[in-house]
């Protein structure tokens, strides 16, 4: 069957005292957004607010292939919006997955149920049970409510596409939740066991419970390099061009801040060193610019299921001055390996006039990094 999932990321961050849309918070080097996406195997719509920082969201929609279309003053003009982008780019649609983009915790497994239940039944639900005990507050006290007949409704809720589109159509009251637009039309819902874990952030202690969760599987790395200079050489280091009288001497353009970072890189994730990936006497790499190396060390960790999380580099020079160029080479590096700048760090310090380099016969560099397992291991 052909399903599309429909990512509904309204929201302003309010209740998570952020600031920003909850959906773009950053953990571990990658958003609630992008973990979320990262689940579905199907193609992906992602309903934004107008507010939301459009280029983060169109970098976020390119890496899952996934398309985007802005949402509307409420919940359920949102989601219309969402269906309407999916009749239109994909006509063959049979069943969509309606899902909060600020529940990350969800299984591939839960996606696959829901959409085959839907497909058979028309609509598909996620509950848990609920096991705290309950009270309604009412004008003349409180009521207990026996928790055995409550249910906690969960996204993604998968319905026939045509059938949902139509009770949208003629949805005209502002619903949270779409299982309630189906019941108005079509009466009530398959419900299916959903997952305890599949929580919704939503709190300022739901994102800090995200973000160590996120941080559980960590790995520290080192890297170390050394480059001797040699005359008639360009001098390049975290991808810039240093004018300088001299360069290093190397196979590559011998940018020995970006080889100890992808060093730091492979180390941290058990993998042998760039020497091995490669090679100095591969013509291949004769010449090669670093940076273009230092992506593809980062697809490698990608596959090892292995995110950057963030570098420190030490540049050790007795000169030239290398002050003037530390921000381009974070900025380098961090595009390179899919980070924002704050999350490289570089210092440059001389060695005092003492040994090789302090006789300014080359130049040192050194890396520590902490990788992060990606999400689809984590569950
Ligand atoms: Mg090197």
Redesign the pocket.
């Given at each position: 069957m052909k399903t599309v999932a429909l990512v509904a990321c309204g929201g302003s961050g309010k209740r998570a005292h952020l600031g920003y849309n909850k959906v773009l918070h950053i953990s571990g080097g990658i958003s609630i957004l992008e973990h979320t996406l990262s689940k579905f195997s199907c193609p992906c719509v992602i309903v934004f607010n107008e507010q939301d920082d459009k280029d983060t969201i169109n970098k976020i929609a390119k890496k899952y292939n996934a398309l985007t279309t802005l949402g509307g003053s409420t919940r359920t003009q949102s989601v219309k919006n969402g269906l309407e982008l999916i009749k239109n780019s994909y006509p063959d649609c049979e069943v969509v997955l309606i899902h909060d983009g600020a529940r990350p915790y969800l299984s591939p497994d839960l996606i696959q149920k829901i959409a085959k239940e839907a497909y058979l039944h028309g609509s598909a639900i996620p509950y848990t049970i609920c096991s705290d005990s309950v009270k309604q507050k009412t004008e003349s006290g409180y009521i207990n409510i026996d928790r055995a007949s409550l249910m906690y409704i969960q996204t993604p809720q998968g319905f026939l596409f045509d059938k949902i589109y139509k009770a949208y159509s003629n949805a005209t009251d502002s619903f949270t939740d779409d299982s309630a637009v189906y019941e108005q039309l079509y009466g009530d819902c398959h419900m299916v066991e959903g997952e305890v874990q599949n929580t919704k952030i939503t709190t300022p202690y739901d994102i800090k419970y995200w973000e160590r969760f996120v941080m559980t599987d960590t790995r520290v790395g080192n890297g170390y390099?050394?480059?001797r200079f040699d005359a008639g050489r360009k001098l390049i280091l975290g991808g810039v061009e240093i004018p300088f009288e001299k360069g290093?001497l190397?196979?590559?353009d011998?940018?020995?801040a970006t080889?100890?970072l992808m060093?730091a890189m492979l180390s941290a994730a058990g993998l042998k060193d760039?020497g091995t990936y490669f090679p100095?006497n591969d013509n291949k790499y004769k010449g090669a610019n670093?940076i273009e190396l230092l992506k593809q060390v980062s697809e490698i960790l990608l596959e090892q299921g292995y995110r950057l999380s963030n570098a420190s580099i030490v540049i050790v020079a007795q000169y030239p001055k290398l002050a003037p160029f530390v921000d381009q080479m974070k900025a380098n590096l961090a595009s390179a390996t899919g980070l924002t700048p704050d999350r490289i760090g570089i210092s440059a310090t001389t060695n005092e006039g003492s040994g090789a380099i302090g006789r300014g016969e080359g130049i040192a560099a050194t890396a520590v990094c902490l990788l992060v397992k990606t999400s689809k291991d984590m569950l």
């Open positions: 390099d050394y480059h290093l190397g196979h590559s011998a940018d020995a080889h100890c060093d760039i100095d670093s």
